[in-house]
């Protein structure tokens, strides 16, 4: 079965950390860029942090440059998300994304999302 799945949201105070994973089962995201999203409730969905699997570039959301990290572990089949210095603007569900195009098709996985609420 082809499926991401996110761990490791949950409840932190403002200033804190947590560090999410999206592990890939079914197919290796080795060839593919995959990217974090948050969709907070009334607000669309916005892309957080991309990794290619091409060439290792990164991309990041300008409000979390400086606190957030994207990073994989191709052993694991994972990809992580390191939020430090947390903010209440930052609660959200956050999706884990994998997209390949392969020979004109592009194959695209949703993770379930995993919430992430900053408060104190």
């Known amino acids: 079965q082809v499926q991401l799945v996110e761990s490791g949201g949950g409840l932190v105070q403002p200033g804190g950390s947590l560090r999410l994973s999206c592990e890939a089962s079914?197919?290796?995201?080795?060839?593919?860029?995959v990217g974090w999203f948050r969709q907070a409730p009334g607000k669309e969905r916005e892309g957080v942090a991309c990794i290619s699997s091409r060439d290792g570039s990164v991309y990041r959301l300008d409000s979390v440059k400086g606190r957030f990290t994207i990073s994989g572990d191709n052993a694991k089949n994972t990809v992580y998300l390191q939020m430090n210095s947390l903010e209440p603007e930052d609660s959200a569900v956050y999706y884990c994304?994998?997209?390949?195009?392969?020979?004109?098709?592009?194959?695209?996985?949703w993770g379930q999302g995993t919430q992430v609420t900053v408060s104190s």
């Open positions: 994304n994998g997209e390949r195009r392969l020979f004109g098709k592009t194959y695209n996985y």
């Open positions: 079914g197919f290796t995201l080795d060839y593919y860029a």
